[in-house]
């Protein structure tokens, strides 16, 4: 099931304000996105889906507990999140 969860975080908020302003016309960086100046965020709600999450969770702790019995070594892999790094 999922289910819609109110976000009361101004931060976040504030956050997300922040990139509607000045990504909505990534060509020009430096101005605030014309069209999303004045836009007002009136609500936010963030998705959980706690059967998912505890699937995953669960996967995760097998896992983890094979590598372990295998003397298997995971690190981090490095992400591009923002799509400028060339790492995908």
């Known amino acids: 099931h999922s289910f819609y969860q109110k976000v009361t975080d101004h931060t976040i ?3 997300l304000r922040d990139i509607l302003q000045t990504s909505g016309h990534s060509w020009n960086q430096a101005t605030d996105c014309y069209c999303m100046r004045k836009a007002e965020v ?3 709600h963030r998705i959980e889906n706690m059967r998912l999450w505890h699937r ?3 996967r995760l702790d097998a896992m983890r507990k094979d590598h372990s019995s295998c003397n298997i070594c995971v690190g981090s892999a490095d992400l ?3 799509g400028y790094g060339n790492i995908m």
């Open 13 to 15: 908020w504030d956050s």
């Open 42 to 44: 009136k609500s936010v």
């Open 56 to 58: 995953y969770k669960t």
């Open 80 to 82: 591009d999140l923002d």
